[in-house]
């Protein structure tokens, strides 16, 4: 680690390692959501993140005006694509799949930031954020399940009336409330939340 | 309204309603719960409290050392009885009465409340509040449930399978999760989550 010119020597940081770019911007991006992982978004600071970013406050507002900039873009850059709806030619393989994926997403760490923020914020300050959560979580999410539920009508697994909006809330829902009540969720708790509740409420 | 020697003038209050034990308690904890769900527990004082229930700072910390001890008496009062379990005889009427009762607790001002803390606190602090809400909400709800799923299968018309803690956490799990998705659950939600999820998940 040493010291260099230009842009971590002009933001003031010494012994920070020479970064340019996308990689400082990455550690940015993961120092963001660790901070708001460890402390909640108000008492989040653009402080907290350069030093643990490793980088000079100034670096950090050069490219975001505000905590709201850059944590949005952290949680846009950070959060999983939700990758094709599976399709193995089974229903319940393909809900595990798809349950399982919706684990590790919510166990990641802009799983847990976007968890945290959501709780923290009331309605109108949440608002950008939750509409981030629902363009790169909930609607693919939803979209993927919809998908594999209509290849299930046509093999005549799933009941046509089950392919309905308030059906794909199911999963995310049962996931987050017991993740509330009981902590983070096991892969035995996918698995039942497969069997127990999603098989029943839309096999034919 | 007239100022009067003891408690209230000993608390510093003038103008303050001549109010005893119960009533003057009742006032308090409604000034809490209202104060909570205004502004959010991190920033409830006992001061303000104070001044909405129009009694002193010292009428309140003699009774509750913390806003911890307050808040908490207070949800455990006004939180209101789960009463017994619906048995109209039909399965459908008594699941929409329970997810009615449900939507009513919500909507009402300690389940306002409740839900606020619940959503603000970590899992550490907010525990003393989770097993509070077990105890009074979550608890009663899910052995009413039980029970009326219970006559149903004595009357053929629900799986035994479906009697299980699972199938119980889908009602308050969906009511929580399109409370925080899409507002206040209307009257009309709770009939779509009895009929698009709850009696296909347990009917025979």
């Known amino acids: 680690m040493t010291t260099t010119s230009g842009e971590f020597a002009a933001a003031g940081v010494p012994g920070s390692a020479r970064r340019r770019g996308k990689v400082l911007e990455h550690a940015i ?10 402390s909640g978004y108000a008492t989040l600071s653009m402080e907290a993140v350069a030093a643990r970013a490793q980088t000079g406050k100034a670096a950090i507002y050069r ?30 393989a393909d809900l595990l799949e ?7 997403a919510m166990l990641s760490l802009p799983g847990r930031a976007g968890r945290v923020i959501m709780s923290e914020l009331d309605h109108e300050r949440g608002l950008p954020f939750a509409g981030l959560m629902r363009e790169k979580v909930i609607e693919p999410g939803a979209s993927r399940l919809l998908e594999l539920l209509g ?19 199911v999963a995310p829902a049962m996931m987050l ?3 509330k009540m009981l902590g983070p969720p096991t892969e035995q708790d996918a698995a039942d939340l497969v069997d127990q509740i999603l098989l029943p409420l839309v096999r034919r």
Chains 1, 2 share one sequence.
């Open 177 to 179: 409330y017991r993740f």
């Open 63 to 92: 490219r975001w005006g505000s905590k709201e900039a850059l944590v949005l873009e952290a949680l846009r850059e950070l959060l999983p694509e939700a990758g094709p709806a599976p399709d193995t030619g089974d229903l319940r």
């Open 98 to 104: 798809l349950v399982m994926r919706m684990r590790a």
């Open 29 to 38: 991006f993961q120092a963001a959501l660790d901070e708001l992982v460890g």
């Open 151 to 169: 290849r299930g009508v046509a093999r005549g697994e799933v009941r046509p009336e089950a392919v309905n909006h308030m059906v794909v809330d």
